[in-house]
């Protein structure tokens, strides 16, 4: 086989002293963009402006709408509770009632309305409650005296935790306050109270609500319960949207959507403070948030 030609490679001379090699060719320089260009660029930077501020408008929208979605769901874990006590109001209220009626007896008739009256004023007290929680989040940022707040947060159970064996331990100062909305706290306390009752009920339990400043600026508050635990893969997680171990639970007052715990580290941290957890298996939970202090 013949082999192909092999081609003499070209060399370039080398340039001769004093003879300069020639110029390249200049490079236009760039001058300054056209007026035209320029307010095309602002034009187009003013309307990007416009529809992120626009998208944040949204946004902000969304999350508010998302917290009364939450607060409603709340409710609804809530409303076998209600039902429950309200019937047990109303049957001693029927049966004084129709004895008082069957018998004719006046004394009787004045202890059925003394039952009736007490009973009402209970079940008033309770819709009150209920009202105030649902309603959309009203009033500004303003001094919340903590131990009432406790006190409403439970108090929106519409329950007598003693029913479900587990006693009550409110331990705050009556002169502690901290600055925030009073609604949206009290969300973020009645969801802490729905979580620490729900992981109690089946055994005997504790509930712990106690509060102490930490210094000149800040408030700690805890809602501890004595209830199942939360495991160590799942407290990882406790507080992603929609992360739930209770959404298959066989009684509405024990499931939850999980969304609670994420709106409350939202609104915690909207109001300038903290939300975490502590957790042991069968021991318990505390759940703990840093708000700040109001004179």
Do not use: W
């Not at 409303?79 to 129709?98: C, D, G, K, R, S």
Request: charged share 20%; with cysteine; aromatic share 4%.
């Amino acid at each position: 086989m013949a082999l192909p030609p092999l081609k003499t490679p070209v060399r370039t001379p080398p340039a001769r002293e004093g003879v300069k090699p020639p110029p390249r060719p200049a490079t236009p320089a760039a001058g300054p963009r056209p007026a035209s260009d320029v307010s095309t660029l602002a034009k187009d930077a003013y309307a990007l402006q416009a529809q992120v501020d626009e998208l944040a408008r949204q946004f902000e929208g969304m999350q508010a709408q998302l917290r009364q979605t939450q607060k409603l769901a709340s409710l609804g874990t809530t409303a076998a509770m209600i039902a429950h006590e309200f019937n047990n109001l109303f049957t001693p209220v029927v049966a004084y009632a129709q004895q008082a009626l069957d018998t004719g007896d006046a004394e009787l008739m004045k202890t059925a309305l003394t039952k009736t009256l007490d009973r009402t004023s209970a079940m008033r007290q309770m819709a009150d409650r209920v009202i105030g929680l649902a309603r959309q989040p009203a009033g500004g940022i303003r001094s919340i005296n903590v131990r009432q707040m406790a006190e409403n947060a439970v108090g929106c159970l519409c329950r007598d935790l003693g029913k479900d064996n587990i006693g009550l331990n409110i331990q705050i100062d009556p002169g502690l306050c901290v600055r925030a909305n009073e609604n949206q706290l009290l969300q973020v306390m009645f969801n802490l109270v729905v979580n620490a009752r729900q992981a109690m009920l089946g055994r005997r339990g504790r509930l712990t609500i106690d509060a102490v400043p930490m210094n000149e600026e800040q408030v700690e508050i805890n809602v501890r319960d004595t209830g199942c635990g939360i495991s160590a893969e799942n407290l990882t997680r406790i507080f992603e949207p929609f992360f739930s171990t209770k959404q298959d639970a066989d009684k509405p007052d024990r499931r939850g959507l999980g969304l609670g715990l994420a709106i409350s580290r939202g609104i915690v941290e909207d109001l300038g403070g903290t939300i975490s957890v502590t957790s042991e298996m069968n021991v318990g939970t505390t759940f703990t948030v840093i708000l700040p202090r109001a004179e």
